[in-house]
């Protein structure tokens, strides 16, 4: 499985941006995760296969929301009152279909190639 990941851009603070990842085939839970420079890649958000389960980083509850199209095999991160702070490279991983955890750094099985998100101050 492939997933490709899309929606990244220059937005001023307080901005909203929605980022995109197709995956080519079915997955389990998906979610993205970021790198900021100079610093290691984090949790952000996962969501279930279902949808029904959904995870948070406590730096971005109440201001983005995770979901997902199962139909289309696309995971969205809505991403509103950005913050400088929030400027990274974002990238979509996935566990294998049938996996019945959310995705985390250590368990993912599928990586997308990044999106870069930078929120001017």
């Known amino acids: 499985v492939q997933l490709q990941a899309s929606g990244g851009g220059l937005v001023q603070a307080g901005g909203s941006l929605r980022l995109s990842c197709v995956a080519s085939g079915r997955t389990g839970s998906m979610g993205w995760f970021r790198q900021a420079p100079g610093k290691e890649r984090e949790f952000v958000s996962a969501?279930?296969?279902?949808?029904?389960?959904?995870k948070y980083a406590d730096s971005v509850k109440g201001r983005f929301t995770i979901s997902r199209d199962n139909a289309k095999n696309t995971v969205y991160l809505q991403m509103d009152s950005l913050k400088p702070e929030d400027t990274a490279v974002y990238y979509c991983?996935?566990?294998?279909?049938?996996?019945?955890?959310?995705?985390?750094?250590?368990?993912?099985?599928?990586w997308g190639q990044g999106t870069l998100v930078t929120v001017s101050s």
């Open positions: 969501i279930s296969w279902s949808g029904g389960i959904t």
């Open positions: 991983a996935a566990t294998r279909r049938g996996a019945n955890v959310l995705v985390t750094l250590t368990n993912a099985d599928y």
